[in-house]
């Protein structure tokens, strides 16, 4: 059956730059846009380790507004888990009210668990972690995209108070998407986070990539854009910069 959508999700208009034109062909469209970079290559990820038949655990699904797991939904069994009660009457697949830190499943039951956006706002990640071991089988993935801790992005979120962020969601996506602002804590946002948690709770890790989402913030503020323009440009084509990027994307294989 199908689920509603969203009240407040966005039309996915193009990013607009200083004079209105729209960054949707070659390569601005491809760095820029609304994050596309980080999310599109998760989603790459995900196509090619996930196999007919699967149980796969969408971990902080909220209403799956990116597309990730229903495309998987018809060939493999999709859980998703949220502590939004709103998410209940709009994820596409079964689903359970619950947190990463206590999940209400068996042992050893799922084959991939994944997450977008998600590890920023968990308090408690060695508990997180535990628990996803335990769910999930021997030789199972995790794959999980997040902020990066040392993108400007990030340091800026950790670095302001909640109102902020909601001023800010206001801002940029109108009345009403403040809601979805949720605090953040950035507990397990650096690749020294994942080896950490990995070694703790017997994880391999399999891949760390670093990507950049564009100045996003920045569409609506012409001479802002145009300069973080070009700062996205360099750390994005420049590996020297490469841990300044914007996302991680990092794949566990348990052992």
């Not at 994050?35 to 380790?49: H, I, M, P, Q």
């Not at 796969?56 to 060939?75: E, T, Y």
């Not at 709770?201 to 989402?213: A, K, P, Q, S, W």
Request: charged share 20%; with cysteine; proline share 7%.
């Amino acid at each position: 059956m199908e689920t509603q959508s969203h009240p407040l999700e966005s039309k996915n208009e193009p990013v607009k730059g200083p004079w209105g034109q729209s960054f949707r062909s070659g390569i601005l469209h491809r760095c820029w846009e609304g994050g596309e970079v980080a999310t599109e290559s998760y989603k790459r990820l995900l196509a090619k380790l996930l196999q007919p038949g699967m149980e796969l655990l969408h971990a902080g699904c909220g209403w799956d507004k990116n597309n990730v797991s229903r495309p998987f939904k018809d060939s493999c069994d999709v859980v998703g888990i949220d502590p939004d009660e709103r998410v209940q009457t709009m994820f596409h697949s079964p689903f359970f009210l619950a947190s990463l830190s206590s999940l209400p499943f068996e042992n050893e039951r799922f084959d991939v668990v994944f997450s977008e956006y998600v590890m920023e706002h968990v308090s408690d990640p060695a508990t997180a972690f535990g628990e996803i071991s335990r769910v999930l089988k021997p030789g199972g993935r995790v794959v999980i995209l997040t902020p990066n801790m040392f993108s400007y992005k990030s340091l800026v979120a950790a670095l302001t108070p909640q109102w902020f962020h909601l001023w800010m969601g206001r801002i940029r996506h109108g009345p009403g998407h403040e809601v979805d602002m949720y605090p953040t804590c950035f507990k397990c946002n650096t690749t020294r986070h994942f080896k950490q948690f990995a070694k703790k709770h017997g994880f391999r890790i399999n891949r760390v990539e670093y990507l950049t989402n564009g100045p996003t913030w920045f569409s609506k503020f012409p001479i802002l854009f145009e300069i973080f323009h070009l700062y996205h440009l360099v750390i994005q084509h420049c590996e020297l910069f490469r841990p300044l990027r914007c996302a991680l994307i990092v794949e566990l294989e348990k052992i």
